[in-house]
């Protein structure tokens, strides 16, 4: 099972950007998904998650900016993220908690890791 994340960039503040993370692999089930980033010298922190029934969770930084949804026919999770500002600036990483085919659980997998970088 991977997970591959895209759609990082530069961009100006107050623009906009779409990252997307698909899995693949041997998946049996998805459960909630992510997206977590982590700015130099700083810890990685939860940008927001959905579960599996499409619930959502944000961290109160990015309210109203930025909205988490998946598609579960493609096993991808988005994060639209709108009126984007310098303090953005992070490697934006993707979870998943995917229970493989012949496995009795559930891991907790991750993306490889996309830059935003937000500069005028």
């Known amino acids: 099972v991977q997970l591959q994340a895209s759609g990082g960039g530069l961009v100006q503040p107050g623009g906009s950007l779409r990252l997307s993370c698909a899995a693949s692999g041997r998946i049996f089930s998805m459960n909630s998904m992510g997206w977590n980033r982590q700015a130099p010298g700083n810890q990685r922190e939860l940008v927001a998650s959905i579960t599996s029934g499409g619930s959502t969770k944000y961290a109160d930084s990015v309210k109203g900016r930025f909205t988490i949804s998946r598609d579960n026919t493609k096993n991808t999770v988005y994060l639209q993220m709108n009126s984007l500002k310098p303090e953005d600036t992070a490697v934006y990483y993707c979870?998943?908690?995917?229970?493989?085919?012949?496995?009795?659980?559930?891991?907790?997998?991750w993306g490889q890791g996309t830059q935003v970088t937000v500069s005028s």
């Open positions: 979870n998943a908690g995917i229970v493989p085919w012949g496995t009795p659980a559930w891991y907790d997998y």
